[in-house]
């Protein structure tokens, strides 16, 4: 067994993930246009979430303090009730799902994850939360085939869902070539208090 040394950069963000069957769900909903916009870059499902604090390309040694720091006051947060909803995009580059339900908690939740980012002094480009799940982009030459995904996915509706986990989120980025991975560094339960949350964290080895 090899172990692999961090890499010196990463992507890192936290972010709240569906449930598998509600990401079932909207990949069923999807098929039209996976099938008919193969071109797009598409996310893998398993890397659907949704972000609640980007922190772009960070030095691998922000993670461990970030971790500790999420651990006890965000888990105190209650669980949110939320479903996906229809699409859009960005710029027409972006295709995404919306989000529906407890929006006033995911704005709470949002707000109390970036003001923990910002006491660990982590600088990151802090933008208005707008909630989605980024599903696919464009290349430069296909500027149709997300306006028209998007108006496909207008009539969807997803089943409600409760995001119990808070996950913390890094890339590969530094471990050589090919495409991005993402996996988690840690996830904590939402809505069982500081102390128990710190406790009951889940950290990925």
Known sequence: MHDHPEPPTRRVFVALAP????KDELARALRPAYAGYPRLRWNRIEDWHVTLAFLGEQPSSVVPPLRAAL???VASLPALRLSLLGGGHFDERLLWSGIDGD???????????????TSCGIGFRERPLRPHL???RARRDDPLSVPRAAAGLSGFVGRPWRAERLHLVASNIGRGPG???YRDVASWRLGVGAAAGADEARTEP
């Open 19 to 22: 449930p598998d069957d509600a």
């Open 71 to 73: 651990a006890g006051p």
């Open 103 to 117: 929006l006033e908690g995911l704005h709470r939740l949002a707000a109390a994850v970036r003001e923990v980012v």
């Open 134 to 136: 980024t599903l696919a």
């Open 179 to 181: 495409p991005i991975r």
